[in-house]
């Protein structure tokens, strides 16, 4: 497909990013901490880590897996942890040591934290005490045999590590009793590891970084194997994008990482690209804690806000984030799922930023388009192809299709996945031929270059021989006043096939189903207005936030 989306571009965004500048990631935040050693790095829990005091960690804590634990190059650490310090200290030590990082969502049941570290054959595993009673009964079925146990103030200063450990165990009693024999704690790793020599070991763009695991809201989830120079091509990426829109006059930009960081979105937005601009990121270990999350927009003047539609849709509806002075925030960034148009509406009349929507997924680490600075209105396009990636619609045959004709949105870029981890079955099935990676998504680009994703594939819904794409009347649904959340499926009937059904979290039991389909019936085709409304008090939701429509299903 020609590149008519080049045009497009914001000024001093480049056509084509250099992706070996560094030859691994480690290479990437060295540099970083050596340009920013002053600045902070991350915020948590109401103190500051500097890029240099961060670097010094890293560095510990990469020297204790090297000397102690005696991992080699190449080999797997699992990390089961939410957005505190010991997160990036860590991956980052981690990565420095060459090991390949498994991130693991924290809140997995003893199955599924079974399966990933089976699969991944992690040998060892950094995990938050609040979930080791979890991992306590995975253990046995996998092949780990180093576990470190840290508690959520191990990385502060000692009498705040005292102070909020001793609360959350013995006040809140928010730690469950767990039996680990041979578990070393996070504090006394780091402190060997201080002592010893790092013996840093030689890594290529095309070693593995990370085993990303697929969200598994479509289907089975499945390791990405996204390489040092994917995820490097990726940061670039972004850089180069939102870079210009940030400070010119050096002073530091601020942003919350509200998402968690074990999820890829999270990881290269607002981790890595943070490092690679010296922005401080403030720390938020709950995602779905709204008061911490209005707290902290209050206490910090943020440069820009990445997230989530259901995060944005909850900030908007409440109350104090409302009086919040937003002079400081330039633009926020959207991406995981689409945004429906009257949060983006509700989000600009309040804090006068425009949500910039994005397109990604982990299997390209994850950024594939992004809206321009300057498109400050919402207009449900996910942008332009970032540069150096270029994209395809392709037909079932693989045929590439006109401009404005809708098929499947296919990607090459070097920010593309290597394939998944020993699947090679999964792997050519998300392939063509010519190398193309499948998005799974249903898309279209207008005359200008401009993307925008219709649906799913899987998601898209079939009545009566006629297709429905459920974000469109989510879309729709979600504009109405009384509604404060709708996910829309599709269910089975002999006659038509499917119907279409609409799960709705709604604002005020005055609204009942024959007014949601009333206002439907206005604003929709008659095929696509739901024949099912049912109400609910909250949406089965990943924990980025995405709504699975897979479990309503």
Same mark, same amino acid.
């Given at each position: 497909?020609?590149?008519i ?13 250099n ?11 060295? @540099? ?12 948590? &829990?109401?103190?500051?880590l500097?890029?240099?005091?961060l670097?010094? +960690?890293a ?28 997160y ?56 780990v ?5 840290t ?16 609360v ?10 767990w039996q680990?024999?041979?578990a070393? #704690? ?52 972004v ?10 006059n ?12 074990y999820? /890829? ?32 927009l ?5 440069? &820009? ?9 909850a900030?908007?509806?409440?109350? $104090? ?78 045929? $590439? ?6 098929g ?20 050519? +099935? ?5 190398g ?5 998504d ?10 925008y994703?219709v @649906? ?5 819904? /079939? #009545? ?6 459920p ?11 009384? /509604? ?43 095929y696509? /207005? ?8 909250? &949406? ?14």
């Amino acid at each position: 497909m020609e590149k008519i989306w080049l045009t497009q571009y914001d000024s001093g965004v480049p056509h084509e990013i250099n992706p070996d500048i560094y030859c691994s990631i480690a290479e990437m935040f060295e @540099d970083s901490c050596q340009k920013f050693a002053d600045r902070i790095a991350f915020t948590s &829990l109401g103190e500051n880590l500097t890029f240099d005091k961060l670097y010094q +960690k890293a560095r510990d804590f990469a020297a204790y897996l090297q000397n102690v634990l005696r991992h080699k190059k190449g080999e797997r650490i699992a990390l089961m942890l939410p957005n505190v310090f010991q997160y990036p200290i860590c991956m980052f030590g981690s990565l420095m040591a060459g090991l390949t990082v498994i991130n693991v969502n924290p809140l997995y049941t003893v199955p599924e934290l079974v399966k990933q570290l089976s699969d991944s054959r992690a040998e060892t595993i950094v995990v938050l005490s609040n979930f080791a009673h979890v991992l306590q009964h995975a253990l046995p079925e996998t092949r780990v045999k180093n576990v470190i146990v840290t508690e959520l103030g191990d990385a502060c200063n000692l009498f705040k590590a005292i102070t909020v450990n001793f609360v959350l165990k013995r006040v809140k009693k928010a730690i469950k009793e767990w039996q680990i024999p041979y578990a070393e #704690t996070f504090r006394r790793a780091m402190n060997a590891g201080r002592k010893l020599i790092l013996h840093r070991p030689q890594l290529k763009g095309e070693d593995l970084a990370f085993l990303q695991y697929t969200g598994g809201t479509t289907g089975i989830s499945k390791g990405a194997m996204l390489s040092h120079r994917n995820l490097l091509a990726n940061i670039e990426q972004v850089v180069a994008w939102i870079g210009n829109g940030l400070s010119a006059n050096g002073r530091q930009d601020s942003s919350l990482v509200t998402l968690p960081l074990y999820h /890829v979105f999270a990881l290269t937005v607002s981790c890595f690209s943070f490092i690679r601009l010296g922005i401080q990121g403030v720390l938020i270990p709950n995602p779905r804690d709204l008061d911490s999350i209005v707290h902290a927009l209050a206490k910090h003047r943020t440069s &820009l806000f990445v997230g989530v539609n259901t995060l944005f849709n909850a900030l908007v509806r409440n109350s $104090e984030f409302k009086r919040l002075d937003f002079s400081s925030l330039k633009f926020s960034v959207a991406g995981g799922m689409a945004v429906q148009s009257s949060v983006a509406e509700a989000w600009v009349d309040i804090t006068g930023s425009g949500i910039l929507e994005g397109y990604g997924l982990t299997e390209a680490s994850p950024v594939v388009s992004m809206n321009p600075l300057r498109r400050k209105k919402f207009s449900g396009s996910i942008g332009l192809p970032m540069s150096s990636t270029e994209v395809s619609i392709r037909d079932d045959d693989g045929n $590439e299709l006109s401009l404005g004709s809708e098929g499947e949105l296919c990607v090459k870029g070097p920010q593309v996945m290597q394939g998944y981890w020993g699947n090679e079955e999964e792997t050519a +099935k998300v392939f063509w031929e010519d190398g193309w990676l499948k998005t799974g998504d249903i898309g279209l680009m207008d005359e200008n270059g401009f993307l925008y994703i219709v @649906d799913r594939k899987k998601d898209m819904i /079939v #009545t009566t021989g006629y297709n429905v794409f459920p974000n469109e009347v989510e879309d729709v649904i979600a504009s109405h006043p009384l /509604v404060k959340e709708v996910a829309v499926v599709g269910i089975p009937h002999k006659h038509a096939g499917e119907l279409v059904k609409a799960y709705i979290v709604r604002e005020d039991e005055s609204l009942t189903k024959d007014k949601v389909i009333a206002f439907c019936k206005d604003r929709l085709t008659s095929y696509k /207005v739901p024949k099912r409304v049912e109400f609910r008090e909250d &949406l089965p939701k990943s924990q980025v936030g995405k709504v699975l429509r897979r479990a309503l299903k």
